[in-house]
């Protein structure tokens, strides 16, 4: 088709691809199709938004003629959405020389977007606009078309081997050229200085068509994974956005605050307080959406390890390192580092406390192990044993540290407040210890920590706030800071950059963090001990719904009070898995954090005393005071995890219980009626058999009287009680109307039938049975010992 037309319909097929902005229009909804459930979409889907698909030479078509097509400034994330429209520009590169304001009577503010960057721009935000398309199946994120797709395009263009293919031509011999500087469409103050482009550096001075494809295409990278960085890690508030920025920028902007008039361009400009209440946004990040950036996390850290070895020659190495070389080497730093601490922060303080923030927790543990990504294979060994961490990564984590120190300590009061009873908490305890408990690896954030902590006594104060700010959200070809050697001023940067310069640090190997640690493995301990006890619990259930107890004539479950955990309805082989994590897990606390083994010892000695003789838990933690016990918060946490409980049983008469769900309603009533006659009209019998001290007075004693009498007072002297049973011997027959006990006897009668017995005759047998069962038990007992019977 002829370009002009190409160029109408480009935006209509962009937006019925990926959804319209607002989130009305779906499109092919990407999300959700999967090549398991519709092979043949997914299939055409992929082919045609392949890097080498049609729909990228379209964009590539589109791109050589320059076009520009318009996109909604509101459509952006809330802090750069509200920056732009205070008219101040963001650092990113990526918005410069593109904010248009629109025409008379026009709606709101522009980005002026080549096809390539409007493209991007669409296909990166329909991950976030496109929540609430119709899902008819589960979905597996890892195995949609966007996932796909977001795979391929970072292998594309940030390859990992070799150089970003040159895209298709429909000219022979020609290239499509990168895009050209524009002039800017309305002043603005900006967020850093504008920088000289090291694209325009290789480009601009090559006039030539046959220009190194290396150097004319290297823009694509660069513009790929600032869209992305900017869509999916860009979703804070103003004030932390504003909070980034270095402080001689701050006076810029508030100067430049300060100066504007309300006429300016026709429009007032917000106040940054008004702004922040205007557009921050509530973000609440998908699991999806984490998935994907965690792809993205591990690509960089594949795409940054692949980088060449430098050359003994400093001068050989200004020569023939390529763009994409020195974009691999500073692409982590100047442009995930800063953001994606900020988007972890925020998960890590909004995220439910479930089972879902694992996705979160292993996007965070992979950006923490870049040396998982790269080229090199440790040595095959007979036992795969953990690997150290090598020295070459000690730069690394002094220039990260914040992401393993700071984001460690909300993983442990996130980790505080969690069942650690659950197999899944309890993987994610494991999981995060097992990484922090690779060799070599404390003791490097140790030393990182000492870097940062050590006096300033040669580089000065100004200057740290000078280096603190570099343009790490704008664009890597951006002029470069000299090269600093020393690792303590490093360090400081990296810290004053992220939290500013009156931070206060808390350090992971202190004694507040310390202490938070034993916390922990005391919750450790104690669900351990909780696990057991469910498993044994579970363990005695089975055994008493044998078939033999199954005819017991009463319920053990009259008084019970046990409350259940999610570990009775998975099953042993969970319980022993959790009981694994959560062994595995102290034990690498133990090593991380060098715990004494005396303090642990002693730690799993109280936990394991918090079980009576019996095999049941002890009673919350509690003090005394005038009106009775009163829970403490460690008494409190403890009730709401289920690490421990309150033996709660009925109290009153037996006989007024509220009936029961394995109960006959009409037969208790009718038997709770006899029972009284009986108990009435032989009151003084019973009373005379029980005062007996032969053998007869010790079996009415043992089946007559009420166990919570005789476990208050003991039988002699009779207390007699007209007006409360519960203090003189009766008869019970309340058991009878159990479904238990009525089954039970149904059985019996069926079975005798089959020998011909008669109702008197079993009636007889069983009559005969049981006197002989309470004569037996009798026998056995403690004289006065009371049976529940």
């Not at 292998?155 to 293919?165: D, I, M, Q, R």
């Amino acid at each position: 088709f002829p370009l002009k037309e190409l160029h109408g319909i480009f935006p209509w097929l962009v937006e019925s691809i990926f959804g319209s902005l607002d989130g009305i229009i779906i499109g092919w909804n990407l999300r959700c199709l999967q090549g398991r459930t519709n092979p043949t979409e997914y299939s055409v889907a992929l082919a045609f938004l392949d890097p080498s698909g049609p729909m990228m030479k379209l964009v590539y078509k589109l791109q050589a003629e320059e076009y520009r097509y318009d996109f909604p400034v509101s459509s952006l994330p809330g802090p750069v959405k509200a920056s732009i429209q205070e008219q101040v520009l963001p650092e990113c590169s990526l918005y410069h020389n593109k904010v248009q304001f629109p025409s008379s009577g026009g709606l709101g503010l522009n980005l002026a977007l080549n096809p390539f960057e409007y493209y991007m721009f669409y296909f990166a935000i329909s991950l976030i606009t496109q929540k609430n398309s119709p899902v008819t199946h589960h979905i597996s994120p890892s195995n949609s078309a966007y996932f796909t797709l977001v795979d391929t395009y970072l292998k594309c263009f940030l390859p990992t081997e070799g150089s970003v293919l040159p895209p298709p031509s429909s000219n022979p011999g020609g290239t499509i050229p990168s895009p050209t500087p524009r002039s800017p469409a309305v002043p603005f103050t900006s967020y850093g200085m504008h920088h000289t482009s090291l694209l325009k550096r290789h480009v601009a001075h090559q006039p030539s068509v046959n220009a190194d494809p290396a150097s004319q295409e290297i823009w694509r990278s660069e513009t790929l994974l600032q869209i992305f960085v900017e869509m999916w890690l860009h979703h804070y508030s103003l004030e932390m956005y504003q909070k980034m920025q270095s402080p001689h920028v701050k006076l810029e902007v508030l100067h430049y605050r300060l100066s504007i008039s309300s006429k300016h361009h026709g429009s007032p400009a917000q106040s940054s307080y008004q702004a922040l209440h205007a557009y921050q946004e509530s973000f609440k990040p998908t699991e999806e959406h984490v998935l994907v950036v965690r792809l993205l996390v591990k690509h960089l850290h594949a795409f940054s390890n692949s980088l060449k070895p430098e050359p003994l020659s400093p001068s050989a190495h200004s020569h023939t390192a390529s763009p994409l070389e020195e974009f691999k080497r500073v692409v982590i730093p100047r442009f995930v580092q800063e953001k994606l601490y900020i988007f972890l922060q925020h998960c890590f303080g909004h995220w439910p406390l479930d089972a879902s923030f694992r996705a979160v927790l292993e996007m965070w543990l992979s950006y923490l192990q870049p040396w998982r990504y790269a080229p090199e294979k440790p040595p095959q060994s007979a036992e795969p044993l953990p690997r150290s961490v090598s020295e070459k990564w000690a730069a690394f984590i002094q220039e990260n540290l914040l992401m393993y120190t700071k984001l460690f300590v909300g993983f442990l009061n996130r980790a505080l407040r969690t069942d650690l009873v659950s197999p899944k908490n309890a993987l994610m305890v494991f999981r995060v210890a097992k990484v922090f408990a690779q060799p070599n690896l404390a003791e490097m954030i140790l030393k990182g920590e000492q870097l940062f902590l050590e006096p300033e006594l040669v580089i000065p104060h100004r200057q740290h706030r000078l280096f603190m700010t570099p343009p790490f959200g704008g664009s890597f070809f951006s002029s470069w800071p000299p090269t600093i050697t020393d690792a303590s001023f490093k360090v400081k940067s990296h810290v004053y950059s992220l939290e500013g310069q009156d931070f206060q640090y808390k350090q992971m190997f202190g004694t507040e963090v310390r202490n938070l640690v034993l916390k922990l493995a005391q919750l450790i301990c104690q669900a351990q001990q909780t696990a057991k006890s469910i498993s044994d619990h579970s363990a005695e259930t089975m055994a008493s719904q044998s078939f033999f107890s199954w005819f017991r004539f009463t319920p053990s479950e009259m008084n019970g009070s046990y409350t259940g955990n999610d570990l009775d309805e998975i099953g042993q082989d969970s319980i022993k898995k959790t009981d694994e994590y959560l062994e595995k897990a102290l034990e690498y606390l133990c090593q991380i954090f060098k715990l004494n083994e005396a303090q642990l010892t002693q730690m799993m000695m109280k936990c394991g005393t918090a079980q009576d003789e019996n095999g049941k838990k002890q009673l919350p933690d509690c003090i005394e005071s005038e009106d009775g016990l009163v829970l403490t918060p460690l008494g409190r946490y403890q009730i709401i995890n289920g690490l421990r409980r309150f033996e709660v049983q009925y109290q009153g008469d037996t006989e007024l219980q509220p009936i029961r769900s394995y109960e006959n309603a009409t037969l208790v009533r009718l038997l709770f009626r006899l029972s009284s006659v009986l108990n009435e009209r032989f009151a003084d019998q019973m009373d005379v058999l029980c005062s007996r001290e032969d053998f007869v007075g010790r079996l009415c004693r043992y089946h007559l009287t009420n166990p919570h009498l005789v476990q208050k007072t003991r039988y002699a002297p009779m207390v007699k009680d007209r007006t409360s049973q519960n203090w003189g011997p009766r008869i019970s027959l309340r058991f009878l109307a159990s479904y238990r006990t009525l089954i039970s006897l149904l059985m019996i009668y069926f079975v005798a039938s089959w020998f011909y017995i008669g109702p008197v005759g079993c009636t007889f047998i069983i009559l005969i049975a049981y006197f002989l069962y309470a004569i037996i038990m009798t026998f056995f007992s403690e004289g006065w010992k009371p049976h529940e019977h």
